[in-house]
């Protein structure tokens, strides 16, 4: 019985890129996904292509395959990844000057274009999911629009030859569907099937997540050697469970814990997990031990793919102002109250333009509130003060009014920062599948 | 007693909405948290961090719950002015709630 042996080096687009060699190193991978997009990275990139048509893709894209394309191609690994972002064709140029100077004459690249739909939205009548409003209330805000695309386009790139296969917006979980379908001959529209290839991407698309990272917690739940985690890889065979596990002699654990917690990450209704490929059902998923670093999943069913793709909309949203300063020792807490109260007035009485000012005490009660639980004074606290403004003008104000506290706030401030950002806020839209059309190019070294 | 000396989380976000899993270390203790872990006691639990619905899924084979949150204050994950934008510390949050070990069996 063939099985496939398939690895995530990569979770997200900052992710590290020794544990990547690694897995490509000794994985003994038929296949290498790299993971970097999430939803905002491509709005981000959509603006970097905007200011050069021949960038847009992933920032790390070049250092990553330096690192593994070699490697990958001793062993005749296929690599998989959504790091085209806003630009895959741009990206396969790159990827291809980087083979040839590495020698790798006769690799093949392929890009995978038409997940940009921006023209489809600006002509269609699309409604804003999570506002009602029609999209194009958006109007110039509008940066960017990327339909979820499945593992269609990839598979194919893959029948014809691909060496490495670059997409921007696909799923998740379909940069690992199309390679596990391919190799094992199952059809996109056998849902169980897909559904379980849609398990095994969803479980392995955070790479480090389901090998002991994002999961220590000391006394509690111990990891040993998390600073050097390992890349987890999947053994998927034509039938019977998936073995999820990681390369041996790297720190991290898989365990059936980490395959739990990992199953249901970013997962709303396990029941009707929607991609582009299934509506998936991993509500009777069974999570077993196989030994050390080896656990057992299985049980995912699914049903037809939906009728219409998922459609990402990042557009401006004005900007985002922060200070933070930090006070030590007896009365810290108050020192740091009465800051705050100075920011804010101070704020109101020079006129800045706020549409919301959010003031934090870092270390009291920053991220869950009024569920803090403080039994006693802490040493030491941050202030933290962000606004929300129309303008840049006015979130730098805010920020200087936190840095500003040196000379004129409470005793003994320290370690101001002040950051400003533009915000590149999502939505989302629906449209129909038919009017996604994906593109293949493919380069040659 | 906490429910982090029975059970593990972890959160992810779609937007607005976050979504926050209890997974028990010991299979016999599912049946508690069951009934004890309900929507509306984490609705409540939550009550000033998201304003909107929170949906329950159960997972018995894997002795695990999933909650759904709706509502997360200040707009979701890309124009929050919330220090932790994403809700990722919600787990611990959760794992924070009071439980009456006499209970457990």
Redesign the interface.
Known sequence: MKTVRIGCGAGFAGDRIDAASILAARGELDYLVFECLA??TIALAQQAKVRDPHLGYDPLLAARMEAVLPLCRERGTTIVTNMGAANPSAAAVVVQNIARQLGLQGLTIAALTGDDVRSVVDRGDFTIN?TNQPVASLGDSLVSANAYIGAEGIRHALELGADVVIAGRAADPSLFVAPLSYELGWSLDDWNEVARATLVGHLLECAGQVTGG??A?PG??DVAGLDDLGFPLAEVSERGPVVITKVAATGGHVT??TC????????????AYFTPDTVANF?????EPAGTDRVYVD?ATGKPRPASLKVSLAYR?GF?GEGQISYAGSGAEHRARLAADIVVRRLTRLGVDTQ???C?I?GVS??????S?NDCEPYEVRL?V???TKSLGAAQAVANEVESLYTNGPAGGGGATRTTRE????A?TFIPRELVHCDIHTVVA | MKLRAIAHSRSGDKGTIVNISLIVFDPRHYPFIVRHVTAARVKSHFADLATGDVLRYELPRIGALNFVVHGLAGGGVTRTLALDAHGKSLSSALLEMEIDESLLG
Do not use: T
């Not at chain 1, 739990?260 to 029941?271: A, N, S, T």
């Not at chain 1, 920053?366 to 569920?371: D, E, I, M, P, R």
């Not at chain 1, 915000?423 to 999502?426: E, M, P, R, S, T």
């Open positions: 939803e905002r999570e994002y999961f917690d509690y739940k059936p814990a739990k917690e990992q199953l249901l990450y970013e997962i709303h209704d396990p029941g509500s009777q998923v069974s999570i049980g949203d985002i919301e000012i959010r934090d870092i920053a991220l869950h509130g009024s569920l639980k933290r962000a606004a929300r915000v590149l806020a999502l989302s």
